[in-house]
């Protein structure tokens, strides 16, 4: 009996089909057996339910979030028409020395909307690394660099802490984007005489941390659950692309992104496995 006992045990542990088990012609010991038998219907039933139950949320979650995504583009989209096709009639209608801005105007929203596809093909597009050793700090410094202009016009401070190895082997390409998009947002959320942070750490023997941090108003609690979607934001000029692209990238090396509240402020923490070689 110990022994049909384990293999019920191991079945439900391992997700497989319970086993029938058969009839013993000892009466008492049938009544044992039956009683498992009803059982193991009444669980492969309860099971089947649970599991439809969770495909189906899985599929309600799916699309409610292909929903909001929609949403976000038709409203990304609608916005650079709409000033488009406004400077467009404007043009027309106005004097041929006058056409000149009302075209540049245009070009600017065509721009906006081919780097909103740019976005949105990096997002669905599978990310293939190409792992190499990097030297951390040269390309630390080469990340608040590329960022520096807009630090300087928004009156923000740049920081660099660097307390990991000198090396790690990851995509520097690609995990330049992430970085790069965390650092463009925590610039746009620091306050003016505000300052953002860059930092590198060993928290153990098996990861490196990249962190961003700004000291901001930080992320609504209304936001936080829908963070990384795509188009969650609280900018009116924002597509919420960046945080879902730089988790994208956390998630290709094996690592995460989190979000953890500062007070006063914002960090954005990119963990990813250590490697050295």
């Not at 044992?32 to 189906?56: C, M, P, S, T, W």
């Not at 608040?144 to 009156?155: Q, Y």
């Amino acid at each position: 009996m110990q022994r049909l006992e384990g293999r019920l045990a191991q079945a439900d542990a391992d997700g497989d089909a319970m086993p029938e088990l058969p009839r013993t012609g000892v009466r008492e010991l049938d009544r044992i057996v039956d009683g498992f038998n009803r059982y193991r219907l009444r669980f492969e039933e309860a099971r089947a339910h649970l599991r439809a139950a969770a495909q189906q949320r899985s599929r309600d979650q799916r699309l409610a979030a292909l929903g909001r995504m929609t949403g976000g583009i038709a409203h990304e989209i609608r916005n650079p028409i709409a000033t488009m096709r406004l400077k467009a009639e404007n043009a027309l209608a106005a004097s041929p020395e006058r056409q000149g801005p009302a075209l540049q105007a245009i070009v600017g929203q065509i721009d906006r909307l081919d780097a909103l596809v740019q976005s949105l093909l990096a997002l669905v597009q599978p990310v293939t690394l190409a792992p190499m050793p990097v030297p951390l700090a040269r390309w630390l410094e080469e990340r608040l660099a590329a960022v520096a202009p807009k630090a300087e016009a928004a009156g923000v401070r740049l920081v660099l802490r660097h307390e990991a190895p000198a090396s790690a082997v990851f995509d520097p390409v690609h995990l330049a984007r992430a970085i790069d998009n965390l650092l463009d947002n925590a610039v746009r959320h620091a306050p003016r005489g505000g300052e953002v942070v860059l930092a590198a750490a060993q928290p153990d023997a098996r990861t490196l941390a990249l962190r961003v941090d700004d000291d901001g108003a930080g992320v609504p609690e209304s936001l936080q659950a829908s963070l990384f979607e795509p188009f969650a934001t609280g900018r009116a000029d924002g597509t919420g692309l960046g945080l879902a692209l730089a988790r994208e990238v956390a998630l290709a090396h094996g690592g995460e992104l989190r979000h953890l509240p500062l007070a006063p402020g914002t960090r954005f923490e990119l963990e990813l496995p250590w490697r050295t070689s």
